[in-house]
């Protein structure tokens, strides 16, 4: 199932891509001589007037070929033969029409899901932005002078930014006035090295962190407490409980566990910690909205997707991440499958929205990634079209077609390269 949704979910992306091309070829005068979703062999082929429409086997691609698009040819109708707004219009088509339907997609998410404006839910007692005054409600406007417009533009000036100490300028909403202040990101605190879930089911440790104080003392993953410093423990509940009321402060703790059947004690000594962290939560928060509300909520989440994929992008030039972090159709397919997995046990719903969200993501991302001014991709047609414009003659047909037959290959060999890291991470 989640495979047929992949496929959907690309040919969509693909249909899209090349109708944008399609439609403003034919607007201004150019003749289309197939549009096809897919590559190689055709499984259903129809010719209406000059066009042949087509579906072909191989579900990844399509294409928009026009009349002289890639050689000079004396037809009224040919690419070639039309000026260079025209041409620049054809080519731009394509990935604008990937955002239009990623803003089409992300007006449906928000109508049924909600907006994602900035506001705070959680604060961390203690830490920089309770210090700093900020409280539940507030919502963040701006972070150093960066605009933030959803609640996700937050992770992602951190993702650009990351916390290094440095005192943060916020600037917030509170009852319709604004406000600004200073968050001191670093604090103190002691720590034993131990995670545990905060339920009503026994207190049993589900990460030991490498090197701490739980490790040294010999505690394991899956040790169920039995009681901290004689006071019995039952749950995970009780267990929280009791720390918040007995806050760490470098005193040795005694913890009676159990393993194995097995009961045992260990003494451990938490272990002064020194870390940068921003102390409140407001990113994935969603709230009902008006048209208006709506409207530009779905602006702002199209330009988020875009300034995420920009962001990826960056990180690959600088060296932060690698080939091997950059995901292929297999790995796609494989997230898709993955996500699919986990949201069918909330219903259709939440199927339906987690799915479109991928189309917002993949849709924009495809977007970004054809207006690149890389040969063989949109924006080195484009790149070729502004050169045209400024020195009022074609670049030699000859020479363009060489340059985007070499981008072509690189491209490929990069798929390749790309596919095969997918395959390795599926086993």
């Not at 062999?41 to 191989?58: A, D, H, M």
């Not at 319709?176 to 090295?193: A, I, K, V, W």
């Not at 690149?372 to 790149?383: K, T």
Request: glycine share 10%; net charge negative.
């Amino acid at each position: 199932m989640s495979i047929i949704i992949a496929f959907l979910i690309f040919g969509f992306l693909i249909f899209t891509h090349e109708l944008g091309h399609f439609l403003v070829a034919k607007k201004v005068g150019i003749g289309v001589t197939e549009f096809s979703i897919g590559m190689g062999p055709r499984i259903v082929s129809r010719q209406i007037g000059e066009t042949r429409y087509s579906l072909k086997w191989i579900p990844f691609g399509g294409s928009c070929m026009m009349v002289g698009e890639d050689a000079d040819s004396d037809e009224p109708n040919a690419f070639s033969k039309k000026p260079v707004w025209a041409r620049f219009a054809v080519v731009a088509a394509g990935p604008l029409s990937n955002f239009l339907w990623a803003f089409l997609a992300a007006l449906v998410v928000l109508a049924i899901a909600g907006v994602n404006p900035a506001r705070v839910t959680y604060l961390q007692d203690g830490y920089g932005a309770e210090q700093a005054g900020l409280q539940v409600g507030d919502i963040i406007t701006e972070i150093n002078g960066k605009n933030i417009a959803i609640g996700r533009d937050i992770d992602l000036y951190f993702l650009n930014h990351p916390l290094d100490g440095s005192t943060l300028t916020i600037t917030y909403e509170r009852d319709g006035q604004e406000y600004t202040t200073l968050l001191d990101p670093n604090y103190t605190t002691y720590r034993m090295g131990i995670t545990y879930l905060v339920t009503e089911e026994a207190a049993s440790f589900t990460e030991v962190a490498a090197g701490s104080p739980a490790e040294e003392a010999g505690i394991q993953v899956g040790d169920v407490v039995v009681s901290v410093n004689g006071t019995p423990v039952a749950t995970g509940q009780e267990m929280a409980d009791y720390m918040e009321s007995h806050p760490l402060d470098g005193s040795p703790i005694e913890l009676v566990l159990e393993r194995n059947g097995e009961q045992f004690t260990a003494t451990l000594t938490p272990e002064l910690y020194q870390g940068v962290a921003l102390g409140f939560e407001a990113s994935v928060y969603r709230e009902k909205a008006g048209v208006l509300g709506v409207l530009g909520g779905s602006v702002q989440e199209v330009r988020y997707w875009i300034s995420a994929c920009f962001s990826s992008l960056k990180m690959l030039f600088t060296g932060q991440a690698g080939i091997q972090d950059m995901s292929g159709p297999v790995g796609i397919v494989s997230m898709i499958g993955t996500t699919v997995e986990q949201s069918r046990q909330d219903g259709a719903l939440y199927v339906f929205l987690n799915m479109m969200n991928m189309f917002i993501l993949l849709s924009a991302s495809l977007g970004v990634f054809n207006l690149l001014p890389i040969p063989a991709l949109d924006g080195g047609r484009l790149v070729f079209l502004i050169i045209e414009g400024i020195r009022r003659k074609p670049v030699p047909p000859e020479k363009e077609g060489m340059v985007h037959m070499i981008g072509f290959a690189l491209l490929m060999v990069l798929m390749v390269v790309v596919l095969y890291n997918d395959i390795l991470r599926l086993f």
